[in-house]
């Protein structure tokens, strides 16, 4: 008999007897270590030549029993996650190459889960790329059908094929699952992690929600994570398996390498030296030095709190005085220490440390300063480690500045939040933007519009000063304001008020009088536009809801939105607090 025919005979036999074994991985939420839901594998029996999925389904399809295969896998998966009772999502791959079959038992998916107690809300209906289908509106058709009886839609392997933007664009799905094969050492080829981001940023704007495939190392699962991808499937957070995964270590989605320090504040040049007690004597603390060459300079504490410093060269020039070691070496080293340390808290920005070491008294100690938390001591800081890091940050915000307005662009920007972010408490975010912007460029002409830029990031500059408040310039018309809670609502309505005031004077006399131009619209037309506004859509993002800068991108971006349908100058106040997922969004009406 031929090889062929033993595989069909051996198919047939499982077919007939059910030997199917249904394997679950789950599919991670990025953001909370949350299992959202579980793909739903399939396995042959274990001592037969098609336990292997692709055998069993290359079979199937040489053997014309595609059909077959799928729909009692389907039925085997259903029943199995009925039986567990788990929260979350089934997703279910589904060919599309069935679903235009003429004799493809329409309404049976749900008969199913009717059966099996389930709701379709719970089963997310997986799209494979990997199949080209020829009639794309029959698929949308088919689709659709399922879309309608309460089922969620995922776009599978998106990249394994050359049809995904535009099945994603036709099928507009509810998830969009990225191909193992760009997910793999991400974090080492500039082209995937260029691809992912783009797919990601597309993802944002559409509504869909991105689940990155294959992830096995945390150097990928940070990766997928920094980019903004919302959820993770992979060996890293669960294999496929016939029990239901339920739990999944934070500490490895919230990242296995510990937090680094803020890079903005003092705490990222913390080195850490054991202090001294006031009563050692001169002598002792000279032997430390003798013992250590590398020491130059230790902290003084009493009680764990910082009372002065101790420098080797200053020591060691004391001991060199006439009769010098005789007369101090029996001296507790708090006599003769250096009380006029700097010392500065944990939280300090670099900015801020740097003017207070200007302002302090020079001698060898003061090239170091001490680093405290709530007074206690945690080791010291190095003056030149200060100065080459202020440097370092100063040439980056040149790097990424708006050349026009000279504010730092898109990357300070994104540091500054993800700075926030890192603080753990509610801080907000004011996406400012001009209404109508291109019709003035287009009539004034783009110096008149580069005048209107600077005076509105003069207008941010001047009314956030005395304000702890961080001023960003995203690009063209768009600016951004970072602040605490308290002070951004009379910021922000400062800003509009003055806006109001001074825009009159760049415009013509008539124009004023009008309250308005006249400019040819996209379509070539002439329009009508109202003199140009401001909008300022304010979010305040919850750093337990928002994990990245994407997040709150999103947030904000929503606010200014809202912002703009007001008209005119208008300050909106989000009262969402992190991202809302499209799914959550059709259940419940907008808090905007």
């Not at 080829?189 to 981001?197: M, Q, S």
């Not at 005789?326 to 250096?338: D, P, S, V, W």
């Not at 944990?346 to 900015?351: G, V, Y």
Request: one cysteine or more.
């Amino acid at each position: 008999m031929a090889t062929s025919e033993q595989s069909c005979l051996e198919l047939k036999s499982i077919l007939r007897s059910r030997a199917l074994q249904p394997l679950f991985q789950p599919i991670v939420s990025l953001n909370n270590a949350h299992v959202f839901g579980y793909e739903a594998l399939i396995r042959g029996p274990s001592n037969s030549p098609l336990h292997s999925p692709f055998q069993l389904f290359k079979t199937a399809l040489a053997c014309h029993a595609l059909a077959e295969l799928e729909l009692l896998c389907r039925e085997l998966s259903i029943a199995a996650f009925a039986r567990a009772a788990v929260c979350g999502k089934l997703f279910l791959n589904v060919n599309p190459l069935l679903l235009l079959t003429a004799d493809h038992p329409s309404g049976l998916t749900k008969s199913m889960l009717q059966q099996a107690g389930l709701d379709p809300s719970q089963v997310v209906i997986e799209i494979s790329e990997q199949y080209q289908v020829e009639d794309a509106s029959l698929l949308i058709k088919a689709v659709n059908h399922y879309r309608d009886l309460g089922f969620l839609i995922a776009i599978d392997d998106l990249g394994s094929g050359f049809s995904g933007l535009k099945l994603w664009s036709e099928l507009q799905p509810d998830f969009v699952k990225i191909d193992r094969y760009f997910i793999s050492e991400i974090y080492r080829d500039p082209t995937k992690k260029a691809f992912v981001k783009n797919i990601i940023s597309l993802a944002k704007a559409t509504g869909s929600l991105i689940i990155a495939e294959g992830i096995e190392t945390e150097e990928e699962l940070l990766q997928c994570k920094e980019l903004g991808a919302d959820f993770g499937q992979g060996y890293l957070l669960g294999r496929p398996q016939v029990s239901f995964l339920t739990q999944i270590s934070c500490k490895v989605i919230m990242g296995a390498k510990p937090p680094l320090p803020n890079q903005h504040s003092v705490l990222s040049l913390l080195i850490d030296i054991a202090p001294i007690s006031t009563s050692l004597t001169a002598l002792q603390v000279a032997t430390l030095f003798e013992q250590d060459a590398r020491l130059q300079t230790l902290a003084v504490v009493s009680n764990n709190r910082p009372v002065g410093l101790v420098c080797r060269s200053e020591l060691q020039a004391l001991f060199s005085q006439h009769f010098g070691r005789a007369l101090h070496e029996r001296k507790t080293i708090g006599q003769i220490m250096n009380t006029n340390a700097v010392i500065v808290d944990a939280d300090s920005s670099l900015d801020d440390v740097s003017k207070m070491v200007a302002e302090n008294e020079y001698s060898a100690a003061s090239w170091y300063f001490i680093i405290c938390r709530h007074g206690h001591y945690l080791g010291l800081g190095s003056v030149r480690q200060l100065l080459k890091k202020v440097s370092e940050e100063k040439l980056q915000l040149a790097r990424y500045a708006n050349p026009l307005t000279f504010l730092p662009g898109n990357v300070p920007i994104y540091l500054e939040i993800d700075k926030w972010l890192s603080k753990g408490s509610v801080f907000a975010v004011a996406y400012l933007d001009l209404n109508h912007f291109k019709p003035y460029n287009d009539i004034y002409g783009y110096s008149k519009g580069d005048a209107v830029l600077q005076m509105l990031a003069e207008i941010i500059q001047q009314n956030a000063q005395g304000v702890a408040c961080f001023v960003g310039h995203i690009g063209g018309d768009d600016f951004v304001l970072v602040s605490d809670t308290v002070d951004i609502e009379p910021l922000c309505q400062a800003i509009l008020d003055e806006f109001a005031v001074r825009i009159l004077v760049h415009y013509e006399p008539e124009h004023v009088q009008q309250q308005g131009i006249h400019a040819l619209n996209r379509m070539g037309d002439s329009c009508f536009y109202p003199m140009l506004s401001l909008s300022i859509g304010v979010a305040f993002p919850d750093p337990t809801l928002c994990h990245t800068h994407h997040d709150v991108a999103a947030l904000s971006t929503s606010a200014k939105f809202n912002a703009k349908q007001m008209g005119g100058n208008a300050l909106f106040l989000s009262r969402h607090q992190g991202p809302i997922s499209k799914a959550t969004a059709l259940a419940r009406p907008s808090a905007d």
